[in-house]
């Protein structure tokens, strides 16, 4: 991470969507009163001048709510968990005194979360305040825009091709030559959209970028409106990111006060506009045709192509859609150069990948790291490693168009092409890590849920065939399952595969696909032995306390929620069937696994 | 897609309010004439009379000028178009993936055992709707649930349940 120098005493406040829901706002407010109160606002005496910050996603959302306390010629103090009853010790012992707090300051898990990361198109978040556009351009922002506005869109163009950066909505497509076919298509009218529709349903990394930066994203847009020629632009983001929705409605409104869009960016007589659209709620609405039905006031169905949006995109004019990640990318390009990005990754994927770390991880969050990393480093390196003493079983990768890999590929490398050899893929960036007390067929049938809800209805492989295959799935994990029911999903997976017209129904089987192929015993447990080996589908567990292994700790009728557990000290557990409402606390609470 | 649902609700007596079309009218003035309208159109008309009813789509079509069988294409294919009334708490049950791997089933069900409603339903009182939601951006405190624009996190079943209550009880307005 690059240095960040304060002139004053400054305390970052995370106000992340996590930073604000653990208490971000009264830890603000907390901060101003106690500056308020000592003095400590006197703006002509630099020790006696503090300020306040507020910032968006570091990635630790689980530490929130995160603050960092700069002092002039110091490095950062970073404390965790902090409420507003904490700050009035903290402005006293380590503002005024001069002594950190350490029992509340971060420790060196919170580092190693940080030590194998390489932070450029998030160095920003967590470091600049989201609504200030002054901030931005205080730690170079637009920087990129100016050394653009000085190069022919040629030389951009041939820049970012030479970068190697691949689009990060999922595809990973070479985004200086899709620029090209825009750029080639004949017509004074062209339309850039920016897609923040991010649908995965695990997956925040361009909700962070947003919240956190969104100037960076109107930057990275600038630079490729004025390589492919584009005059209008739409951002088109979730409806369920109403923080982000309103950070970048105040970063347009900034931007376009200050000349940076408009009829003439800085007067350069390069004209770009700039608007967004909120989303309604569709998933499938993150393919890039439907996201264009959906802009022009459609129902958000896929279209089939060609035409290529290239070619006739928006209002059938040529468009170019990027991902929000791709176009946050292009400034650190622009200003670091092609050559010194093309040395970060591997040789066919360039730069760095952010990705959502969650599930059976010790860190959760939100990462950026260079292409080529193993899988075992982001788990139990950056992760920390899999908590509760409890063994890895998987990690599932891209989302619910993804699939999963399991130890045995633990050292395969993250870039697009190791991905997909192994059998799972980029996506979008989701990560989640499943210990052993996760069924796998849940976790299909979890998907599937997913994406057979969001089919748009189009074709019906994906329509009625996902219903189908869901249908199978929830009778498997209900102890119904028959035979021949995992061939059955195999054929029906492969027919919807070829026979969707977009990505979702193409790849909505995957997750099914990879899961039989590496956990076939565990489908095979769930329909000839009536049996959920991880113990997570409650019609195939008995809910019984197996004494030999019980350790006698009492710890299961403590979480029950209905007192269906008997246990004294010193004696084994006793579940009553009769009161048992199977909701798995007990199994998912016990430390030695001994109720089956 | 959003789940098939039954689009309009049954007949209702509509209040003087709900019959005032002033900020409908102005709302659809807003954007005459603008490309790709409906959609932004469709929100904040919502926003303003807090959900789509039948004579309002109507008024929506006469304005803009686009049949209701049209408009109610649009409404019924996202899922962030209501019509049918809502709870004074909305509470989105995040599915995403990382709450799932932690539990959030049961979180639902607990909204079943307390208030009798399972996704996108409202209770009679019209108290709380439950709606289940994919990835709502806070991975790092799964199981997350927001209850209008609040969002809790970490939670166990029993805590969610206390924070319904609380609601419920009218303890968090204050
Ligand atoms: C069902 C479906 C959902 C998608 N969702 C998203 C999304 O949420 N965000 C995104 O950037 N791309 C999404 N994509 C990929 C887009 O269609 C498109 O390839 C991408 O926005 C191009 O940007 P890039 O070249 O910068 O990666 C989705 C594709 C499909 C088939
Ligand atoms: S594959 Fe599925 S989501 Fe895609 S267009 Fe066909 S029906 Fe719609
Ligand atoms: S499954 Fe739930 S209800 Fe049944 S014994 Fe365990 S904790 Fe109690
Ligand atoms: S929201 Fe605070 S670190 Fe992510
Ligand atoms: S999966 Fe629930 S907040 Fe992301």
Redesign the pocket.
């Known amino acids: 991470m690059s240095e960040y120098k304060v002139e004053q005493i400054e305390v970052h406040v995370c106000m992340g969507t996590a930073g604000v829901a653990s208490g971000g706002e009264a830890v603000m407010a907390a901060l101003n009163s106690e500056f308020e109160k000592r003095g400590l606002t006197n703006t002509d005496v630099k020790e006696r001048n503090c300020k306040a910050k507020q910032t968006g996603c570091r990635g630790l959302c689980a530490r929130d709510v995160l603050i960092d306390v700069y002092v002039p010629g110091k490095g950062p103090v970073t404390y965790e968990h902090v409420t507003a009853e904490m700050v009035p010790s903290i402005v006293e012992e380590h503002i005024v005194g001069g002594e950190v707090v350490t029992k509340w300051a971060a420790k060196k898990d919170y580092f190693e979360f940080y030590d194998k990361q390489k932070r450029y198109v998030l160095n920003d978040c967590g470091k600049v305040d989201p609504d200030s556009l002054e901030d931005y351009i205080a730690h170079g922002g637009y920087d990129a825009l100016k050394k653009t506005l000085k190069m022919t869109s040629e030389e951009v163009i041939d820049e970012v091709k030479k970068s190697g950066l691949r689009g990060r909505g999922g595809g990973g497509f070479p985004t200086g030559l899709k620029w090209t076919f825009c750029r080639n298509s004949p017509g004074d009218l062209k339309y850039l959209i920016c897609n923040a529709d991010e649908g995965d349903p695990g997956a925040f990394m361009d909700r962070s970028i947003i919240e956190g930066n969104p100037h960076a994203v109107i930057e990275g847009m600038l630079i490729a409106a004025y390589a492919i020629g584009c005059k209008e632009g739409y951002i088109y983001c979730r409806a369920e990111y109403p923080l982000a929705i309103k950070r970048v409605k105040k970063a347009l409104v900034d931007a376009e006060k200050a000349g940076y869009l408009g009829d003439n960016v800085l007067g350069s007589g390069f004209e770009f506009h700039l608007k967004l659209k909120e989303g309604a709620g569709a998933f499938?609405c993150g393919?890039e045709t439907?996201l264009i039905a959906s802009i022009e006031g459609e129902r958000g169905?896929?279209r089939s192509r060609p035409p290529f949006p290239a070619v006739k995109g928006l209002w059938q004019k040529p468009s170019n859609v990027n991902n929000v990640e791709t176009f946050a990318n292009l400034p650190v390009i622009i200003l670091n150069g092609a050559d010194w990005y093309a040395n970060i990754g591997t040789e066919k994927s360039k730069g760095t990948k952010i990705f959502a770390l969650s599930g059976k991880v010790k860190s959760t969050g939100l990462i950026e790291v260079p292409m080529g990393i193993t899988v075992r480093e982001l788990i139990f390196e950056v992760g920390g490693g899999i908590p509760k003493k409890r063994k890895f079983k998987a990690v599932q990768l891209g989302g619910p168009s993804g699939g999963c890999l399991t130890e045995a590929h633990l050292d395969t490398k993250i870039d697009y092409d190791s991905l997909i050899a192994a059998g799972a893929m980029m996506g979008s960036g989701g990560v989640v890590v499943l210990d052993e007390t996760n069924c796998m067929v849940n976790v299909a049938q979890f998907f599937l849920t997913f994406t057979q809800r969001?089919?748009?209805?189009?074709?019906i492989?994906?329509?009625v065939g996902t219903k189908t295959m869901l249908d199978i799935l929830d009778r498997i994990t209900a102890g119904k399952g028959k035979e021949g029911d995992i061939e059955r999903l195999e054929a029906l997976a492969n027919d919807i595969k070829i026979s969707?017209?977009?990505?979702?129904?193409?790849t909505?089987p995957n997750p099914i696909l990879t899961t039989i192929r590496y956990f076939r015993d565990e489908y095979e447990a769930h329909i000839y032995k009536q049996k959920c080996p991880a113990r997570e589908c409650p019609e195939l567990i008995e809910f019984v306390v197996v004494d030999e292994r019980c350790k006698k700790c009492g710890i299961c009728k403590k979480v029950c929620p209905v007192d269906a557990i008997t246990w004294e000290k010193g004696q084994y557990a006793y579940i009553d069937k009769a009161k048992c409402v199977k909701c798995r606390e007990c199994i998912v609470n016990c430390p030695f696994n001994s109720i089956d | 897609m959003a789940e098939v649902k039954a689009v309009v609700e049954e007949v209702q007596e509509r209040t003087p309010e709900e019959l005032d079309w002033t900020k409908c009218d102005a709302i659809c003035a807003q954007y005459a004439g603008a490309k790709g309208a409906t959609i932004p159109v469709l929100q904040k008309v919502q926003d303003a009379y807090g959900y789509l009813y039948k004579e309002l789509v109507e008024r929506v079509g006469e304005n803009l000028n686009i049949s209701s069988h049209t408009l109610y294409g649009v409404i019924t294919f996202y899922a962030q178009f209501y019509t049918k009334p809502r709870g004074k708490y909305v509470i989105r049950v995040c599915r995403g993936t990382a709450c799932h791997v932690k539990g959030s089933g049961r979180i639902s069900e607990v909204v079943f055992e307390e208030f009798g409603i399972r996704n996108g339903e409202t209770d009679p009182d019209k108290i709380f709707t439950l709606e289940e939601v994919s990835c709502i951006g806070a991975c790092g405190m799964a199981p997350v649930i927001m209850v209008n624009d609040k969002t809790h996190g970490n939670l166990t079943p029993e805590e969610s349940r206390k924070i319904f209550k609380d609601y419920a009880s009218g303890k968090m307005d204050e």
Do not use: F
Request: hydrophobic share 25%; aromatic share 0%.
């Open positions: 499938v393919e439907a169905m896929p969001e089919s748009c209805g189009k074709c492989p994906c329509r969707s017209l977009c990505g979702l129904g193409q909505a």
